[in-house]
């Protein structure tokens, strides 16, 4: 009967989300479908939640699944972008182990004696602004800055280079690694 909870939705869509980020992996100089790839893995990463809430699926194996899910993707964008994203991988993984192994699959709803600023972030599942500020530096940072790489905002879209969709891009991406920051210093604390 324990093996039913591997034919879960939720864990369906991870496995799911699995393979897109290995196709992503494989074809991770083709923007063209690395992108598509990846972006579906990080929303359907908002949907396997909301299916095992909805469904009654909770398990304490998926949550596991989906933040380990979670943290190969980012640490395939880091490890493959920069020299240093490693030390980036490395610090989600140690996170996603102390959290798991000390907390267990319940860990988003064990902060009451955090920090104010943690207990910020954590509030309502990160649905909060300063959670949503820390998501998108930990998901959409790493896309992002494979964008900036790759030039997909000014070859594919089109856009002229000129000085202010340099700066906005440059906003952007301090915004996006404000947000990592402070993330991070979530994390270590």
């Known amino acids: 009967m324990r ?4 034919v879960y939705v939720p864990n369906i869509i991870g496995y799911i989300r699995l393979l897109l980020l290995l196709i992503g992996w494989w074809h991770f100089n083709y923007p063209i479908i690395f ?11 908002g949907i396997d939640g909301f299916a095992a809430r909805r469904l009654n699926q909770t398990s304490e194996f998926g949550a596991w699944f989906d933040v380990l899910i979670d943290n190969i993707g980012r640490s395939m964008m880091w490890s493959l972008l920069y020299n240093w994203g490693h030390f980036m991988s490395s610090l989600e993984w140690c996170v996603f182990v102390c959290t798991h192994s000390s907390l267990g699959s319940d860990w988003k709803k064990k902060f009451e004696k955090s ?16 959670g949503t500020w820390a998501i998108s530096g ?14 997909i905002l000014t070859k594919t879209l089109l856009l002229p280079v000129t000085a ?26």
């Not at 920090?115 to 300063?130: E, G, T, Y």
């Not at 930990?138 to 030039?151: A, D, E, N, S, V």
């Open 3 to 6: 093996w039913r909870v591997f």
């Open 35 to 45: 992108i598509p790839c990846y972006l579906t893995s990080v929303i359907l990463d």
């Open 115 to 130: 920090p104010w600023l943690i207990q910020k972030i954590m509030s309502n599942d990160f649905r909060s602004s300063l």
């Open 138 to 151: 930990i998901h959409i940072l790493p896309i992002w800055l494979y964008g900036y790489q790759k030039l």
């Open 164 to 189: 202010v969709s340099v700066y906005c891009q440059w906003f952007v991406t301090g915004l996006l690694i404000s947000g990592r920051i402070l993330c991070m210093g979530a994390e270590v604390r």
